[in-house]
């Protein structure tokens, strides 16, 4: 069974910086697309960055370039996103995801998801 496991959210002011990370356990993910993606209060979950197995190839939404990175982690298995600059409207649930082809951009299908951890950015 698929396990992806976020962790690393929490409260900051803003211009502070975030680590969070995912950890996949189940299935091995280093050649399969992942991606980071976010849900604020009232709104629909949004894309926040992917990275592909094959060529580590990343995307990011707009509201994120240039302040935040995906990577894979040191750790076998496991996902990165480096949050620098945070804003008042990063605030929400990030949720890791997974998918079972190489891969992965914003319109990509995933078919595993973390339970999300909780970002808070205050002013």
């Known amino acids: 069974q698929v396990q992806l496991v976020e962790s690393g959210g929490g409260l900051v002011q803003a211009g502070g910086s975030l680590r969070l990370s995912c950890a996949a356990s189940?299935?091995?993910?280093?050649?399969?697309?992942m991606a980071w993606f976010r849900q604020a209060p009232g709104k629909e979950r949004e894309f926040v960055a992917s990275?592909?197995?094959?060529?580590?190839?990343?995307y990011y939404a707009d509201s994120v370039k240039d302040r935040w990175t995906i990577s894979r982690g040191t750790v076998l298995n496991t996902m990165t996103l480096q949050m620098n600059s945070l804003k008042p409207e990063d605030t929400g649930v990030y949720y890791c995801a997974g998918r079972r082809l190489s891969a992965a951009g914003p319109e990509s299908l995933y078919d595993y998801w973390g339970q999300g951890t909780q970002v808070t950015v205050s002013s």
């Open positions: 189940g299935r091995t993910f280093i050649r399969y697309g």
């Open positions: 990275i592909s197995g094959s060529d580590s190839r990343t």
